[in-house]
């Protein structure tokens, strides 16, 4: 096991990501706003995916994230609606990509988990974009639970990622109309 994977290190990280979480709840807004990514912000992008993916895909290897980086940051201009929240400094904190009904990503910045962000880009993603599918990790189980409240259900699963890795994807849709309702109710 390496340092990177050990208890130590975790500590320090969790410590060291408490002190910037209070610093950084100071710069956003109690009311962020969700805006459109512009290619200027696919560098920040590309690091608010890698910083979510280090802390919330523990299953992933350091050669399969050197591995997606460049597909993201090569992804991005293909994506065909790209939205994010931004901070007081005008950095951004969590992105969601649409293409069809399908949330093809959605993450949020490690030190900003826990606000209501995924919550109101998904919310985003559903109202403004018609989103109403999206794949996620099975063995990421904080993005599964937090797709199953949202409404979400599970309607397949592959055993393989989309690239023939060893990461089975959960295949959700949003449920009932119920589910689409109390979105079209939560952005307006």
């Not at 060291?16 to 979480?21: H, S, T």
């Not at 992804?75 to 904190?93: E, F, I, N, Q, S």
Request: hydrophobic letters at 45%; glycine letters at 10%.
């Amino acid at each position: 096991m390496s340092f990177l994977q050990s208890d130590a290190f975790r500590g320090w990280r969790n410590s060291l990501a408490a002190g910037k979480m209070r610093a950084m709840k100071s710069r956003l807004s109690p009311d962020a706003v969700i805006s459109s990514v512009q290619p200027e912000d696919f560098p920040r992008v590309v690091e608010v995916w890698e910083a979510s993916v280090r802390a919330t895909h523990d299953f992933v290897t350091e050669d399969d994230i050197q591995f997606f980086r460049p597909l993201v940051r090569t992804g991005l201009p293909k994506v065909a609606r790209l939205a994010c929240v931004r901070d007081k400094r005008g950095d951004v904190v969590g992105f969601v990509g649409v293409n069809g009904a399908n949330v093809d990503m959605l993450f949020v910045a490690p030190i900003c988990m826990g606000q209501g962000i995924g919550r109101q880009l998904l919310t985003h993603a559903i109202a403004a974009f018609g989103a109403e599918t999206l794949d996620v990790n099975e063995q990421n189980p904080q993005a599964v639970g937090f797709y199953l409240r949202m409404g979400f259900e599970v309607v397949g699963r592959s055993e393989l990622d989309d690239f023939g890795k060893p990461y089975p994807l959960l295949h959700m849709r949003l449920g009932g109309s119920a589910a689409r309702a109390m979105f079209l109710n939560l952005a307006t």
